[in-house]
């Protein structure tokens, strides 16, 4: 496999990379498994410090990885300045509190003394994609390295340069070097990581189709394994909602990363009194968004990533519509070079079309004509995912009736869905299982030991920094 950048407004390629050759991945290997038994004692405070520098680069140079992402993967300059920024926040977060996320919790057994444990696994692998290539990697890495364990980054292969400025970033905060690695390998070469039983537990975002592969496979080499898949997400729009603010968050919704991103609102459920208006508010929104040179600040939709991501979104559009979905705007594929895709708005699919079932990853937006707030609900239940979700209405029972009934790993109640290093993030269904971010993120690679120590025993209280030794 090829390691390449490819502009995507252009579709030259600008660098190559070599893959890494099986004696590296394995000097790799062994780096990682040897550095992770000495890193695993380091003190909270040293750890927080090379964290802290790792935030404070990120932030220093938010130019320069913005604009390397922009150009291996197309989104505006500005939203990549703001990831490279958003990344910073979580290096601060996770060195501000993983020290107290760790301590020992006693548990009333009496007569005996109990408590957990947290404890590193070890090394632990993470396949990551291309569309938010810095966030996606460092709020797996923030938390992990903080909880003692040791990386290797299996990136895209159409983001190597991000995923060497990665592992550049945390050598030069400090980290040791073994600690945060990047390997350049194909798939067979990550299929022989997992086998690898030096590799403690597995991390993935991606698609469906490679998180069921590589669940598949970590389970049967017993390592655990979290799964950050596609998602499909309902945007829902009751009749007491505010309908510009609605509109507005709609499109921003939908477009967000050139429409590339698993918690994009994908799918616009509104009710019948107020379909009408949505859908003609929205279609013009939509058509006035600004495509072009993702490194102008006027342009709100830059190109697709690839030209397989662009075509197959273009093939999806056309399936639905021959099945009988209505397109309200765009879906015509531009001549020329480079990977463009138009804001598209497709209304009312039938069940059985990719624009009802599938994810659309792309500036598409998919319209629902719902009877009442309880259709609503079963429309937006009714997909295989469960990432994110939001929904719109000003009546608290109707609140109340979504917050329980989505079947999603978030709901926003008259917001937009985004990812918050203070909360967890996951999905539900065909979304994947477990969670990054906050607390629960930073527990899900720990071994949760619990000692239980007859009456008679005795033993110092151990401090928050040796915790996790």
């Not at 007569?111 to 396949?127: E, H, N, T």
């Amino acid at each position: 496999m090829a390691f390449a950048t490819i502009d995507p407004t252009t579709g030259k390629t600008l660098r190559t990379f070599a893959p890494h050759s099986q004696e590296e991945v394995e000097a790799r290997l062994r780096r990682a498994e040897e550095t992770f038994r000495t890193y695993r004692h380091t003190p909270f405070a040293e750890r927080a410090g090379w964290m802290r520098r790792a935030g404070q680069l990120l932030e220093d140079e938010a130019e320069r990885y913005g604009r390397m992402m922009t150009e291996e993967m197309g989104k505006p300059l500005e939203a990549a300045r703001a990831e490279a920024r958003k990344c910073a926040t979580a290096c601060h977060y996770y060195a501000e509190h993983a020290e107290r996320f760790l301590a020992d919790e006693p548990v009333d057994t009496p007569p005996d003394r109990s408590f957990v444990r947290y404890q590193p696994l070890g090394p632990v692998l993470a396949i990551m994609p291309w569309n938010f290539p810095f966030w996606q990697v460092v709020r797996f890495a923030a938390p992990a390295l903080m909880a003692g364990n040791v990386g290797l980054l299996k990136h895209a292969h159409n983001v190597p340069q991000c995923a060497l400025a990665l592992e550049e970033l945390f050598v030069r905060a400090g980290f040791p070097p073994g600690v945060f690695q990047t390997l350049l390998v194909d798939v067979a070469g990550v299929r022989r990581l997992i086998e690898d039983p030096r590799i403690r537990a597995v991390t993935i975002t991606g698609s469906e189709g490679a998180g069921r592969d590589v669940a598949q496979r970590s389970g049967q080499q017993l390592k655990k394994v979290v799964l950050e898949l596609g998602g499909s997400d309902p945007f829902v729009v009751l009749p007491s909602a505010d309908l510009e603010a609605a509109v507005e968050t709609a499109v921003k919704a939908r477009l967000i990363n050139n429409g590339q991103s698993c918690i994009a609102a994908k799918r616009f459920i509104v009710t019948e009194p107020i379909y009408g208006e949505f859908e003609r508010r929205f279609v013009e929104r939509m058509r006035r968004a600004v495509v072009g040179d993702p490194l102008d600040a006027k342009t709100e939709v830059g190109p697709l990533a690839t030209a397989s991501i662009r075509d197959g979104l273009h093939d999806q559009v056309e399936r639905s519509m021959a099945a009988g979905a209505k397109l309200l705007l765009g879906g015509l594929k531009p001549p020329g070079p480079g990977f463009w895709y138009p804001p598209t708005v497709l209304a009312n699919p039938p069940p059985d079309t990719p624009a009802y079932r599938e994810e659309m990853f792309g500036p598409v937006a998919v319209l629902f004509r719902a009877r009442d707030a309880k259709d609503a609900l079963r429309i937006a239940n009714d997909s295989p995912y469960g990432l994110g979700s939001s929904v719109w209405t000003r009546d608290e029972a109707e609140q109340r009736l979504f917050i329980d009934g989505l079947e999603a790993g978030t709901v926003a109640v008259n917001g937009m869905v985004a990812s918050d290093t203070r909360l967890p993030f996951g999905g539900v269904k065909a979304s994947g299982h477990g969670r990054e971010l906050a607390r629960h993120g930073l527990l899900e690679f720990l071994n949760i030991k619990t000692v239980r120590m007859a009456h008679a025993s005795s033993l110092p209280d151990r401090t928050r920094a040796q915790a996790n030794e």
